[in-house]
């Protein structure tokens, strides 16, 4: 049950920070979750792929702001984005 609160609130920072670094509109609350739950997915794999692992906090806050970011860009290449 915890992990899920982590996951949740990690998505959450990440989804806000990725669409303030993208300089994206105010997304609200439930796409910065969406957004910052795909990102963490997507950096995970992302970083997988490049021999890196986070296993705390800050690590998983910055990987998936990266793959949230990664997110942004490719629905922004999609023309889904803002």
């Known amino acids: 049950m915890l992990?899920?609160?982590y996951t949740i609130l990690i998505g959450l920072a990440a989804g806000w920070l990725a669409?303030?670094?993208m300089k994206g509109s105010s997304s609200g609350l439930l796409m910065n979750l969406v957004i910052g739950v795909v990102g963490a997915v997507l950096g995970g794999?992302?970083?997988g792929l490049l021999g890196l692992a986070s296993y705390n906090l800050l690590g998983r806050l910055v990987t998936a702001t990266v793959g949230a970011i990664l997110f942004i860009?490719?629905?922004r290449k999609l023309g889904r984005g803002r």
């Open 3 to 5: 992990g899920l609160l």
């Open 73 to 75: 860009l490719i629905l």
């Open 19 to 21: 669409s303030k670094i």
């Open 45 to 47: 794999l992302v970083f």
